[in-house]
């Protein structure tokens, strides 16, 4: 949403549910109507308005742009996990506008004291899984098992037993006896998990300290709220054949999120090899992307914008947690 020059003429036109002022300033060749998505903002923001204000176009486009990204920026700024941007597109075909939420962060998530502090075992693993089963609803974010079945499909076919992952190197890549034992196969890669990583080592709830369990247990509540909202009126839902309508070229881009869970200490080589045509041709780094046909549906944008943040707070206070304080 950029600001154009006004009109030299001086009628008015009706924006947002008021009067706008036309400069005689600027020639009307430099002139430009509010699009589609600027009168859509436009209305939400003079609803909300006591002012009487007078605005040229292009002044008109700097306000309603500056009261929606500040509305945006208050929800997202305390978010440290990760880089957002709030952009209003348009369906190429009708015009009807939309709000995507982009996220900007490309790599593993910082985990804190679960990768590398010296906590028990089994109250780091609650910690990952947690994180591992719930970040994706607001996240473009994968996990282990997302890398397994991308490197199964990407080495072995897409086998998952060393024996069918060395009958699937041999008989597709063309791999001799002798260099089986240099290459990865399923139980070595997963042998590579560190203790935290794995499941089965997490301590039940009743078995971690108060501290963790309530970290824990607000960070379920906030992923079971963001799971009730309404999918056309949810900031953080995504439909990759919504997205097609709104982003061009986006069907060229990898389908791999741009952010994971997996630590690259342990998997360098398997993340490079998965995430060299997200390096190319871009990753699918859309957070949410919510069609609004009406202005009405701006504040239920926002409520929901608001629960994801919510939910993301609560998973970066479950990382920056001191263990030593529980």
Same mark, same amino acid.
């Given at each position: 949403?950029?600001?154009?020059?006004?009109?030299?003429?001086?009628?008015?036109?009706?924006?947002?549910?008021?009067?706008?002022?036309?400069?005689?300033?600027?020639?009307?060749?430099?002139?430009?109507?509010?699009?589609?998505?600027?009168?859509?903002?436009?209305?939400?923001?003079?609803?909300?308005?006591?002012?009487?204000?007078?605005?040229?176009?292009?002044?008109?486009?700097?306000?309603?742009?500056?009261?929606?990204?500040?509305?945006?920026?208050?929800?997202?700024?305390?978010?440290?996990?990760?880089?957002?941007?709030?952009?209003?597109?348009?369906?190429?075909?009708?015009?009807?506008?939309?709000?995507?939420?982009?996220?900007?962060?490309?790599?593993?998530?910082?985990?804190?004291?679960?990768?590398?502090?010296?906590?028990?075992?089994?109250?780091?693993?609650?910690?990952?899984?947690?994180?591992?089963?719930?970040?994706?609803?607001?996240?473009?974010?994968?996990?282990?098992?997302?890398?397994?079945?991308?490197?199964?499909?990407?080495?072995?076919?897409?086998?998952?037993?060393?024996? *069918?992952?060395?009958?699937?190197?041999?008989?597709?890549?063309?791999?001799?006896?002798?260099?089986?034992?240099?290459?990865?196969?399923?139980?070595?890669?997963?042998?590579?998990?560190?203790?935290?990583?794995?499941?089965?080592?997490?301590?039940?709830?009743? $078995?971690?300290?108060?501290?963790?369990?309530?970290?824990?247990?607000?960070? $379920?509540?906030?992923?079971?709220?963001?799971?009730?909202?309404?999918?056309?009126?949810?900031?953080?839902?995504?439909?990759?054949?919504?997205?097609?309508?709104?982003?061009?070229?986006?069907?060229?881009?990898?389908?791999?999120?741009?952010?994971?869970?997996?630590?690259?200490?342990?998997?360098?080589?398997?993340?490079?090899?998965?995430?060299?045509? *997200?390096?190319?041709?871009?990753?699918?780094?859309?957070?949410?992307?919510?069609?609004?046909?009406?202005?009405?549906?701006?504040?239920?944008?926002?409520?929901?914008?608001?629960?994801?943040?919510?939910?993301?707070?609560?998973?970066?206070?479950?990382?920056?947690?001191?263990?030593?304080?529980?």
């Amino acid at each position: 949403m950029h600001p154009h020059p006004a009109c030299a003429s001086r009628r008015s036109v009706d924006l947002a549910g008021r009067v706008v002022a036309i400069s005689a300033d600027v020639p009307a060749i430099f002139d430009a109507p509010l699009p589609p998505h600027h009168k859509l903002i436009g209305r939400w923001v003079a609803a909300r308005e006591t002012s009487s204000e007078l605005y040229t176009r292009a002044a008109a486009r700097r306000h309603i742009e500056g009261v929606f990204n500040a509305a945006v920026l208050k929800i997202l700024d305390p978010i440290e996990i990760a880089d957002f941007r709030v952009a209003v597109i348009l369906n190429e075909e009708d015009g009807t506008p939309a709000i995507a939420v982009i996220c900007h962060s490309l790599g593993q998530i910082d985990l804190g004291w679960i990768e590398t502090g010296n906590a028990p075992i089994s109250w780091r693993a609650a910690a990952y899984r947690a994180l591992e089963q719930c970040l994706g609803r607001v996240l473009p974010i994968f996990g282990y098992r997302d890398l397994f079945n991308e490197i199964s499909m990407y080495y072995w076919d897409g086998e998952i037993d060393d024996e *069918g992952a060395r009958q699937s190197l041999i008989a597709y890549h063309g791999a001799g006896a002798d260099e089986l034992d240099e290459l990865t196969l399923p139980s070595e890669m997963n042998a590579r998990r560190p203790e935290w990583m794995i499941e089965a080592n997490a301590a039940p709830p009743a $078995r971690l300290p108060a501290g963790l369990r309530q970290k824990l247990a607000r960070l $379920r509540t906030a992923h079971k709220a963001v799971g009730s909202l309404r999918p056309e009126r949810n900031a953080w839902d995504f439909d990759l054949q919504v997205a097609y309508d709104y982003i061009p070229g986006i069907e060229e881009c990898s389908s791999l999120p741009p952010l994971t869970l997996v630590p690259f200490d342990h998997f360098a080589r398997e993340l490079d090899d998965v995430g060299r045509n *997200g390096m190319e041709m871009g990753f699918m780094e859309v957070a949410g992307l919510c069609p609004l046909p009406d202005a009405n549906h701006i504040d239920d944008w926002f409520a929901s914008l608001r629960l994801g943040a919510e939910f993301l707070l609560a998973a970066q206070e479950l990382i920056q947690l001191d263990p030593a304080q529980f």
